[in-house]
């Protein structure tokens, strides 16, 4: 079964620097990473999602992939008080269509 | 645009009682539904993965008998926590998959037992 670490377990950021989060699968057929933010007692919303090699940047938000490496990384450049959140990483086997989500990274941006 | 509803949002139930919860795919067919419920610890774990005409599959600690799970059409499920107790308090999560691979989360149902 499909495990997906996360990395670091927590961060401590100040505000306006760069908060970065890794995941990583162990489904060498892995084909879709998605990342999501959840707010303390709040439904996780998706930030983004990727499926190609390559970086994706959606404002302050970047993410990497490297499918050889079964490896992602979220970047939140300029940093904010309202990036705190745990954000959590899922991943997807390939021909296997079950998302397996990972433990989490709890950010505190601090002013 | 592909949009995933959950319903309902959040629901208290005495301990002992059944709840249901449904997952409506929106814009899109869902040819699979991942069940997920994300414990007070905050880790997500898959209850069952229901992939239209074939059997629903559960994963270890989980079964038919406390969750059962109903996906009639491309567009709906619904699983039920039968006699929920403490332990079953928390974030319940679908993900529903479309056309060409991609997915889509709901927002949740949020399970408080008292």
């Known amino acids: 079964q499909q495990k997906v670490q996360q990395s670091p377990e927590s961060l401590i950021v100040p505000e306006g620097g760069m908060a970065s989060l890794n995941c990583t699968s162990s489904d060498r057929n892995v084909d879709y990473f998605w990342w999501y933010r959840q707010h303390s007692g709040k439904s996780p919303k998706m930030l983004m999602?990727?499926?190609?090699?390559g970086e994706k940047e959606e404002g302050r938000f970047t993410v990497h992939l490297n499918k050889a490496s079964l490896h992602t990384s979220l970047h939140i450049r300029d940093s904010q008080p309202s990036d705190s959140a745990l954000y959590l990483c899922?991943?997807?086997?390939?021909?296997?269509?079950?998302?397996?989500f990972g433990k989490g990274t709890s950010l505190v941006v601090h002013p | 645009g592909a949009l995933v509803y959950q319903y309902p949002r959040r629901t208290i139930c005495k301990s002992g009682t059944s709840m249901r919860m449904e997952c409506q795919a929106v814009g899109f067919q869902a040819t699979s539904v991942a069940w997920y419920r994300q414990s007070p610890q905050k880790t997500f774990e898959l209850i069952a993965l229901s992939t239209v005409n074939s059997a629903i599959k559960y994963e270890q600690n989980f079964t038919q008998e406390k969750f059962p799970i109903s996906h009639p059409n491309l567009s709906f499920s619904s699983m039920t926590v039968l006699n929920a107790y403490l332990e079953d308090r928390g974030l319940y999560l679908c993900g529903a998959r479309g056309q060409q691979d991609t997915q889509y989360f709901g927002p949740g149902t949020r399970l408080l037992v008292l």
């Open positions: 999602s990727i499926f190609s090699n």
């Open positions: 899922a991943a997807r086997g390939g021909g296997n269509y079950k998302p397996t």
